[in-house]
């Protein structure tokens, strides 16, 4: 376990922040060699320390944090344009984001098939800027008017508005109103490389 999840639940458990000077008294060690160390697995006699000093069974309120979280798979070289279309070269899972089984539910997410990507280019703008995380349920595949998708259309990933037009016609809408929307009929096309991944639940940014 890193020090960075320590005081997190630390702070969690006894309701005030935990400053990395008081985890340095814990550990025995100098404040600036605690920050060091922030981001390196401790040792099992390190976590035994702190859980001495401060009186909390780290271990346990780990786990319950575990049993209260969902782990979301992180495609981290995985971009969906905005703009003119991105080919996705490399689709492993580079990290997972935990989040609350409340959030989960909230958001209506398939636990197992739901996966966080990242956006590029501005034509979602301004409901969603480059950079944006995304977090895609796979399993919404069906088309409802006016939601965002994540959609393959010619081997590359786009994040678009989708819009159904009887028979079988689709609208794909960019919120950026320089680019403009086009169609879709697969009655005239109907091998036409285009598939729904999946619909774009939450999307969030770092401030700046």
């Given at each position: 376990?890193?020090?960075?999840?320590?005081?997190?639940?630390l702070?969690?458990?006894?309701?005030?922040?935990?400053?990395?000077?008081?985890?340095?008294?814990?550990?025995?060690?100098s404040?600036?060699?605690?920050?060091?160390?922030?981001?390196?697995?401790?040792?099992?006699?390190?976590?035994?320390?702190?859980?001495?000093?401060?009186?909390?069974?780290?271990?346990?309120?780990?786990?319950?944090?575990?049993?209260?979280?969902?782990?979301?798979?992180?495609?981290?070289?995985?971009?969906?344009?905005?703009?003119?279309?991105?080919?996705?070269?490399?689709?492993?899972?580079?990290?997972?984001?935990?989040?609350?089984?409340?959030?989960?539910?909230?958001?209506?997410?398939?636990?197992?098939?739901?996966?966080?990507?990242?956006?590029?280019?501005?034509s979602?703008?301004?409901?969603?800027?480059?950079?944006?995380?995304?977090?895609?349920?796979?399993?919404?595949?069906?088309?409802?008017?006016?939601?965002?998708?994540?959609?393959?259309?010619?081997?590359?990933?786009?994040?678009?508005?989708?819009?159904?037009?009887?028979?079988?016609?689709?609208?794909?809408?960019?919120?950026?109103?320089?680019?403009?929307?086009?169609?879709?009929?697969?009655?005239?096309?109907?091998?036409?490389?285009?598939?729904?991944?999946?619909?774009?639940?939450?999307?969030?940014?770092?401030?700046?």
């Open positions: 376990m890193k020090l960075t999840n320590i005081v997190a639940i702070t969690g458990r006894l309701a005030k922040n935990i400053s990395y000077a008081e985890l340095a008294k814990a550990l025995g060690v404040r600036q060699y605690a920050n060091q160390i922030k981001n390196k697995e401790l040792t099992e006699k390190q976590i035994t320390d702190i859980e001495s000093y401060f009186g909390v069974n780290i271990k346990e309120q780990h786990e319950l944090v575990q049993d209260e979280c969902v782990n979301i798979p992180v495609r981290g070289e995985v971009v969906a344009s905005m703009g003119y279309g991105v080919t996705v070269y490399n689709e492993q899972q580079t990290a997972a984001y935990s989040i609350s089984k409340k959030l989960v539910d909230d958001l209506g997410l398939s636990k197992n098939k739901t996966e966080m990507i990242f956006a590029q280019g501005d979602m703008m301004p409901t969603i800027e480059g950079g944006d995380s995304l977090l895609v349920d796979l399993s919404r595949t069906d088309i409802y008017d006016g939601k965002i998708y994540c959609i393959r259309i010619d081997g590359q990933l786009y994040v678009k508005r989708l819009q159904k037009i009887p028979p079988k016609t689709i609208r794909i809408v960019s919120d950026n109103d320089k680019y403009r929307c086009f169609e879709i009929d697969f009655e005239k096309n109907p091998n036409y490389d285009f598939q729904v991944i999946g619909e774009v639940r939450w999307w969030g940014r770092v401030a700046r």
